[in-house]
Nanobody
């Protein structure tokens, strides 16, 4: 079974940048899309970004222009470059894969904390 592991989170100040990584273990992934989600304390999990196998990308309105999702096929990993971070970006970030319209393969998540 494919397992995903997120890393790269940390404690930063507003305006700083972070690059999150999501590495897949097990069989190589060939999903329809890879995506990033986040969950802040006391809130529901929300969509952040996705990259389709065909190459297209989608972003939540709250992160457009600041975040960028990318994929390294050789390393079988997906990344989330986060620039100009804001306190409201504070959350646990998860990655997942989408097959036939269903998101699955959630990892343990990585904590991102942005101070003002």
């Amino acid at each position: 079974q494919v397992r995903l592991a997120e890393s790269g989170g940390g404690l930063v100040q507003a305006g700083d940048s972070l690059r999150l990584s999501c590495e897949a273990s097990g069989r190589p992934l060939s999903p329809d899309a890879m995506g990033w989600f986040r969950q802040a304390p006391g809130k529901e999990r929300e969509f952040v970004a996705a990259k389709r196998w065909s190459g297209g990308t989608e972003y939540a309105d709250s992160v457009k222009g600041r975040f960028a999702i990318s994929r390294h096929k050789v390393l079988n990993a997906v990344y989330l470059q986060m620039d100009n971070l804001k306190p409201e970006d504070t959350a646990v970030y998860f990655c997942a894969f989408n097959i036939r319209g269903t998101w699955s393969g959630w990892g343990q998540g990585t904590q991102v904390t942005v101070s003002s």
